[in-house]
């Protein structure tokens, strides 16, 4: 079965530090998306990308924050610099766009914990 | 966007039939009722979708009554693997659109 897989599954880093969490989603799926859960908190939404533009974000996905998809098969998120208050799962996740009729399930990788010291 | 509510927690025991409703009042015409699975330090996994009467797959059945303003998961013969966080939500039915979780329901299915 095809499945979404995240690197690394744990990152480490000092406050300040900029780091590059990376996604390769499921590969004829056309819609990505980014969540964060911090430690005993919610799932939020970041961000969701389709044809290569950010095309939703939520007010935590400020200008500390950018995705890119710099190939066919990769979809990344940095975090320009990070706070302590970033540490956190982060989740990728992706959607086949399979028309406007129905609801289309969102596939969710493994996550990366991020830790920010 | 559709708020759902769901209780916090709930107990049961191996080989019980677990029901979980999810209320959503204000639930919209492309608003489509969903359920998701989460078990610790892993993500959230999709179980079960509809819009409207009953669904059922090989995990679950989803009840959803005429007036679309609560759902009820269901749950056949749970066992220990069983015991995580599940989530009702109620996205747009079109692709693209973000989820938006809120606490779930956690369920402990004891031996």
């Known amino acids: 079965e095809p499945e979404v897989t995240q690197t690394p599954s744990h990152q480490v880093t000092q406050m300040g530090q900029e780091v590059i969490l990376r996604c390769v989603p499921i590969s004829n799926h056309l819609y990505f998306y980014w969540y964060r859960q911090i430690l005993g908190q919610k799932v939020e939404f970041l961000v969701s990308?389709?044809?290569?533009?950010?095309?939703?974000k939520s007010e935590i996905f400020d200008d500390q924050f950018s995705v890119e998809r710099p190939d066919g098969s990769n979809f990344t998120l940095k975090i320009r610099s990070t706070k302590l208050e970033d540490s956190a799962m982060y989740f990728c996740?992706?959607?086949?766009?399979?028309?406007?009729?129905?609801?289309?399930?969102?596939?969710f990788g493994p996550g990366t914990r991020l830790t920010v010291l | 966007l559709a708020k759902t509510t769901q209780p916090i927690s709930m107990d049961s025991y191996e080989g019980q039939e677990v029901n979980i409703t999810c209320s959503h009042n204000?639930?919209?015409?492309?608003?489509?009722i969903t359920w998701y699975q989460q078990f610790p330090s892993q993500g959230p996994r999709f179980i079960i979708q509809g819009y409207k009467t009953k669904v059922t797959n090989e995990v679950a059945s989803l009840f959803i009554p005429a007036d679309r303003k609560s759902s009820t998961l269901s749950l056949p013969r749970v066992s220990l693997s069983d015991t995580a966080v599940y989530y009702c939500l109620a996205p747009l039915g079109n692709a693209g659109n973000m989820l938006t979780f809120g606490g779930g329901t956690r369920l402990m299915v004891k031996p």
């Open positions: 204000n639930i919209a015409t492309n608003d489509y």
């Open positions: 996740a992706s959607t086949a766009a399979q028309g406007l009729s129905s609801y289309n399930e969102q596939f």
């Open positions: 990308f389709y044809n290569n533009e950010i095309s939703e």
